[in-house]
């Protein structure tokens, strides 16, 4: 679909984010909206920020290379706990969070990184999504000169 | 006589204009829609002055409205302003509407109580709280066939246990020991099994979300719905026959 037309209909769900009842159920990928960034060239950093009334399962995220190796050592923030006695214990984040996702030495060449993401979140009013794919592209360049706080 | 010409000539020129109009929106969008998605249809709104335009995308049907000049594009959801009545709402929900009857029941786990009247069938994971509650919910009603799609996809472990369940000898009572008991399905997941199928069923509806479920009028909805919601949904599907 054109570009344009996709971008009003990111503005009309951004209206609707406050109040959410089931006829307005965001599509996961505006309930959970991902960005990426070069921390340095070895560690990419992936946020999401997460629509009110939503949540993310930490313990469903993975993340592989391009070539689908699994990347085991992201680092996951402590999310929220809930001891549920049917589910077990769970961890979840709200709002925004942000994972550091180690790249190899094997990228130190590239300019880019293709890395694939997986999530999987609920919603408070009564759905959960199946889990998330998406590609996002880390650009190297200048990454270790960049500074972050 | 006369009047009868008159009229049938005033609806012939309204209808000639309104073509032309709907050309001019069919054109203007086609001018923007590059690849992913498709007109479906165009028309008028029953309730203004503005022309609907669906868009066929791969997660299924997009609405937006188009003002007659084709110059404004209005994206967002129209109510009655009196009533309340969301008309966007109820034509999105057309719009996904499925044949009951083209539902693969064969696939389901059915139980049914009373006279089985009011009849729902859910896209339900093991893994997902709200198919529980929604289930729980639906538990506690009388006259109503419930028809569980078991869909496996929030993880490898539920498409497990989703095929143990199956391959169970009674699996209405494993999915519910799964579901409202945690108590796992003890069968082998090895026999003939319809779960890879139902994932692939349901993501060819686009149900990206659990639980996802429908009325006998075909209309779709998602979420866990209270009881008070639900109940007449029913009823206005699956009306007592007389």
Redesign the interface.
Known sequence: ??R??LA??L??VA?EAGAVN????L??QDAFRISVRALDAHTAVLEFRIATGYYLYRD?FRFETEAGKIIANAELPSGKVKE?P??GRTETYRDYVRIKVPLSDANLAQKRVRLKVIS?G??D???????QEQWVEVKLDNASRRGWP | MIVRLMLAGAFFATALSARADEAAVRRMFEGKLRGSGAIETVQKVPWGDLYEVVIRSPDGPVIYYVDSAASVLIVGQAFDAKTGRNFTEERQRKLTAVKWDSLPLQWAITSKRGNGRRKIAILSDPNCPYCKRFEGDLATLDDITVHILPYAVLGPKSTQQAKAVWCSKNRVQAWNDLVQRRVEPQAAPDCDTPIDKLAEYGRSLGANSTPTWFLESGERYSGAMSLDEVRPLLDQASPAKR
Do not use: H, K, T
């Open positions: 679909m054109s344009w037309i009003a209909a503005v009309a209206a089931p006829a307005e159920l599509d996961p469903r549920d049917f589910f999987q609920c919603a009013i009564g759905v959960c999504y199946i889990p």
